[in-house]
């Protein structure tokens, strides 16, 4: 099992709408949770850090759920400019630098 | 603002040729990943380096090597290039307290 799985998509969905995807991690003990955006041939950048609360950055809301394992990321009212694909990031131990990707969920926001 | 930069942005190798892809960052930070991205994997580690002095095997290591020749620098060998090695590589860097990635802007290496 991968350490760290998202489901690659493609998700296409028109302009306004909320979406919503998910990324399930294997190890229990992990302890920091990431959302990375990256646009086509160029390089990840960080969207948002995922806090055991929950939190949100505009129109992002990122969750985490320690007992199912799980992160999730939720946009509204998405903008064409939102097409990307978005990578889960889990560190898994603390105190440990190495930082695991997933495989990235593409996103295609249609006019 | 430099940032993390990587060279070259190109190469062509011939199936056991060697070469050293470069990574260098002015942030001061002590940790350095080297990852190679694939259609339909994501991001995979290859190497990362704690800190000066330190390096450690990520996911998938086989066929390379790294140094991290100080702070700044952490550099990845391919020292007998296979077509398998056919990716788009990524440095990046990280701060001791700032959970954020800094990212080169990537290599695309072809092995033919």
């Known amino acids: 099992r991968k350490e760290v799985e998202q489901d690659p998509g493609p998700f296409n969905v028109p302009e306004g709408a909320t979406v919503a995807f998910n990324c399930t991690y294997s190890?229990?003990?992990?302890?920091?949770f990431f959302w990375y955006r990256q646009d086509c041939r160029k390089e990840p950048k960080l969207l948002m850090s995922v806090y055991s609360s929950g939190n949100e950055d505009g129109r992002f809301t990122a969750q985490l759920n320690r007992a199912s394992q799980y992160i999730s990321l939720l946009i509204r009212d998405s903008k064409l400019s939102d097409s990307a694909t978005y990578l889960c990031v889990v560190r898994l131990n603390q105190g440990a630098q190495k930082l695991v990707f997933g495989q990235g969920t593409r996103l295609t926001i249609n006019p | 603002n430099a940032g993390v930069t990587q060279t070259p942005k190109f190469q062509v190798l011939k199936t056991g040729q060697s070469m050293t892809l470069q990574c260098a960052q002015d942030?001061?930070?002590?940790?350095m990943y080297w990852y190679r991205q694939d259609p339909g994997m994501g991001l995979r580690l290859i190497y990362y380096s704690a800190s000066e002095g330190t390096t450690d095997k990520g996911e998938v290591p086989n066929g390379y090597n790294v140094s991290r020749l100080n702070k700044r620098e952490f550099s990845l060998r391919l020292e007998s290039a296979a077509p398998s090695q056919t990716s788009v590589y990524f440095c990046?860097?990280?701060?001791?307290?700032?959970?954020?990635?800094?990212f080169g802007s990537g290599t695309q290496l072809s092995v033919l």
């Open positions: 942030m001061n930070h002590n940790s």
């Open positions: 990046a860097s990280k701060g001791q307290r700032n959970e954020k990635l800094f």
């Open positions: 190890n229990s003990a992990s302890q920091s």
